[in-house]
């Protein structure tokens, strides 16, 4: 009877989802002309002009468009949400980089852009699974803070770090967010980091740029950058929501450059990856076969289920099971317009409880379920339209509790 009750809950209600058509409740930004509507941005490769290594656009309120200011396409991201849209970056860091290194992007943040959303994030450990309690996991980083002036972090360890003043550096940058366009860098060495705007070097302030210098030589000097595995453009560590934002020729150098806007400005040699989002650099986004990680409204982390995904006919909505650490199941449906995927309805709860039943929860990690479409006719005993075409696709989810 437990599983009866449940297989049709989370039939009728994702059969629901996938045969209605509901508007996105985030707006998407403005200001651009998307340049394939058909293209599927969500997975997307970005190949780097320079080098080997190529970045992949995820989440799914993203774009690529063509930006009059830049006279050029821009990777547009939509943020509104933890995982909303973000550019993930190869492993930047496999060569030791010992001497230093360098990123350079232009940028162009949005009037909406959340308090606290990473501009780049680099770290050992997966994105969304940092210390939120005590904000203590390694890291190297650049974010919005309360949107009054950027802020910088450099946190060495390998998870996470000694509570000292040679493993931890965060302080505020003389620059505050606006929505221009810019050039922005960071230059790091053994010896400390220098931040730039449209080539003006940004001074430091705040108790932890006194720690910058020693900051540096532990991530240096003890062998820690190497482990930088997780690498990202507009995205957090923490459950910040992602960075509203559009961005465009993102330089990475495996060495530190020189930055100078005066006639007589140093031209570094080649980047060891470039991203320019131009068409022909970009491979369309497939569907892909691993977990995803995100969150419930509430903040419960969720783990998805691929092999339950399913897609409206027509392809512009998906719906998405998750599962959280409680064996509590969950549905979400995205919709995509004009080439920009956005959330109509967030993770939410499956399952019923009533006065002497719980089928909400306790469920196994191994579903048994079914995706599968339909397309039929049938009559109608009167009205304009006698022949009604009812063509969906159906998700039905077989699952055992945990006795």
Avoid at 273 to 280: G, I, N, P, S, V
Avoid at 320 to 344: A, H, P, Q, T
Wanted: aromatic share 10%; with cysteine; charged share 20%.
């Amino acid at each position: 009877m437990r599983k009866g009750n449940l297989k049709k809950a989370c039939s009728f209600a994702l059969a629901l989802c996938l045969l209605t058509q509901m508007p996105p409740v985030i707006p998407g930004q403005s200001g651009g002309q998307i340049v394939q509507a058909a293209t599927v941005y969500n997975n997307a490769k970005v190949a780097s002009v320079t080098g080997e290594g190529d970045a992949v656009i995820r989440g799914g309120r993203e774009a690529v468009i063509y930006d009059s200011d830049r006279k050029s396409n821009v990777l547009s991201l939509g943020g509104g949400a933890f995982g909303s849209g973000w550019l993930q970056l190869p492993e930047l860091f496999k060569s030791g980089c010992k001497d230093g290194f360098a990123i350079k992007m232009r940028i162009k943040l949005d009037s909406s852009a959340a308090q606290y959303s990473r501009i780049f994030q680099f770290a050992p450990i997966a994105f969304g699974s940092g210390n939120s309690s005590s904000y203590s996991s390694a890291d190297i980083s650049m974010d919005l803070n309360n949107k009054t002036a950027f802020r910088a972090s450099i946190f060495a360890g390998k998870d996470g770090t000694e509570n000292d003043n040679k493993h931890r550096s965060i302080f505020t940058l003389s620059a505050a967010p606006d929505t221009d366009w810019h050039e922005l860098a960071a230059v790091y060495r053994p010896t400390g980091a220098s931040y730039y705007l449209d080539g003006e070097e940004l001074s430091k302030s705040g108790e932890g740029a006194d720690d910058l210098a020693a900051t540096c030589a532990s991530l240096f000097g003890e062998g820690l950058l190497s482990s930088y595995t997780y690498c990202g453009i507009g995205h957090s560590l923490y459950n910040d929501n992602d960075l509203r934002a559009k961005i465009d020729d993102v330089e990475f150098y495996a060495y530190p450059i020189t930055i100078s806007n005066g006639p007589d400005q140093l031209k570094p040699v080649e980047p060891t990856l470039y991203y320019t989002f131009e068409e022909d650099t970009i491979t369309e986004g497939e569907p892909s076969a691993d977990p995803e990680s995100g969150r419930a409204p509430d903040g419960t982390a969720l783990t998805s289920v691929p092999s339950l995904q399913a897609v409206s006919p027509d392809g512009t909505l998906t719906a998405k099971f998750w599962r959280d650490g409680n064996g509590r199941y969950y549905y979400s449906v995205n919709k995509m317009s004009e080439g920009i995927e956005s959330v109509v309805i967030q993770p939410s709860r499956l399952g019923l409880v009533t006065n002497t039943e719980d089928l909400s929860s306790g469920f196994g990690t191994d579903p048994a379920g079914t995706v599968k479409e339909y397309d039929e006719t049938y009559k109608m005993p009167y009205g304009k339209h006698m022949t009604i075409r009812n063509h969906y696709t159906e998700v039905t989810d077989r699952h055992a509790p945990c006795l």
